[in-house]
């Protein structure tokens, strides 16, 4: 089943926070986080692997609940070039290590 | 980072025919790749996994007496969609993981199909 992602979509001005949610109804082995913009194939931010790890990357950064089968991103002081469409990828192991995207969250972000 | 490319970037067909997709890893081996599909405004949804050297594995749903996948070598997939109608029309988008190297999946920058 498609994890859900929440908020669907949300507007900032530059320099706001937002946090996405990404949320599976099955046991997660890792959770993948990738931005897509218009027309474009998805761009990779990180990976979380079991464990409940929290990762950074420059205002981007994220966290993984295992337990809570749920992964969250955060965007600190977001600028114009985070506007897009954020999927989560989730990879449940189970033979192969294949990823089912979320349903995704919409960001624009204005000046 | 690993490079996947996509070949062609762009494809107008008439309904009836079938039109390849190529997909290949340019700096690494890959021998899993995966096929994705994307309508407008909507998520990636995976179509199949394709495995160098054996039959690929259709997600629920995907017909794959038409999505016909081809995993000939470690660097290449190809995706064709046979007798392709308007509703097949869509952003197709492989993606290639580098096993020897992470876990990361390197994502093709996509083909769209529109079917006339």
């Known amino acids: 089943q498609q994890p859900v992602q929440s908020p669907q979509a949300v507007i900032l001005r530059e320099g706001e926070d937002a946090v996405i949610n990404c949320s599976s109804s099955?046991?997660?082995?890792?959770v993948h986080w990738y931005r897509q913009k218009h027309g474009e194939a998805p761009v990779f931010l990180m990976i979380l692997l079991k464990g409940g790890e929290q990762k950074g990357h420059e205002k981007i950064s994220a966290s993984f609940n295992e337990k809570k089968q749920q992964s969250s991103l955060y965007l600190t002081a977001s600028q114009l070039s985070y506007s897009g469409t954020y999927f989560c990828g989730t990879d449940l192991r189970e033979m192969t290590d294949k990823l089912i995207f979320g349903t995704g969250t919409r960001l624009q972000v204005f000046p | 980072g690993a490079v996947v490319s996509q070949h062609p970037s762009w494809v107008i067909c008439k309904s009836g025919t079938s039109v390849k997709i190529e997909c290949r890893s340019l700096d690494f081996q890959a021998t899993t790749m995966f096929w994705y599909r994307q309508f407008p405004k909507q998520s990636l949804m995976l179509m199949a996994t394709?495995?160098?050297?054996?039959?690929?594995?259709?997600e629920q749903g995907v017909e794959k007496d038409k999505f016909l996948i081809n995993h000939a070598s470690l660097t290449l997939s190809t995706l064709t969609v046979t007798s392709a109608h308007p509703e097949d029309s869509s952003f197709y988008i492989c993606?290639?993981?580098?096993?020897?190297?992470?876990?990361?999946?390197?994502f093709g920058p996509g083909t769209r199909l529109t079917v006339t």
């Open positions: 394709s495995n160098e050297g054996s039959k690929a594995t259709y």
């Open positions: 993606s290639a993981e580098d096993r020897v190297s992470s876990y990361e999946q390197y």
């Open positions: 099955k046991a997660l082995y890792s």
